[in-house]
């Protein structure tokens, strides 16, 4: 969110997409058994490994391997954060359904503050 401007920033943190999608690509990914195909390497002593740590094998539809995010959950995770922020690497399932709480609350609340004000000032609600 932080290349943002302003402004529209604010919908970023208020809207509940943010937290909700984040917490439920985590815990999908989390319980993804290893895939196959996907080899670890050291890029230290490998000139061919990618920084990533990862080789994945190619198929069909990708021949040289290119589109491929990891083995398991933790390189998964890691390399559609560096392609989506908004996704996490660590698990913040708590804070995640806080913050929906929240802002579900503050909704609420101020829902039901106009409420009140519109039946004070003497209107009927109309339906």
């Not at 937290?19 to 080899?39: H, I, K, M, N």
């Not at 021949?63 to 908004?86: D, E, K, Y």
């Not at 039901?112 to 109309?126: A, D």
Request: overall charge negative; some cysteine.
């Amino acid at each position: 969110g932080e290349d943002i401007v302003w402004p529209i920033r604010g919908f970023y943190y208020v809207l509940p997409l943010k937290w909700a999608l984040s917490t439920a690509v985590y815990q999908v990914a989390s319980a993804c058994p290893d895939y196959e195909g996907t080899v670890e390497c050291d890029g230290a002593h490998d000139p061919l490994c990618p920084s990533r740590g990862f080789l994945c094998e190619g198929t069909e539809e990708d021949p040289l391997g290119i589109v491929c995010f990891g083995r398991n959950s933790s390189q998964i995770m890691t390399s559609l954060h560096h392609t989506f922020p908004a996704f996490s690497v660590h698990d913040n399932l708590q804070r995640d359904v806080f913050a929906l709480l929240l802002i579900g609350g503050t909704f609420k609340f101020a829902h039901v503050l106009f409420l009140h004000y519109r039946c004070r000032v003497g209107r009927q609600i109309e339906p």
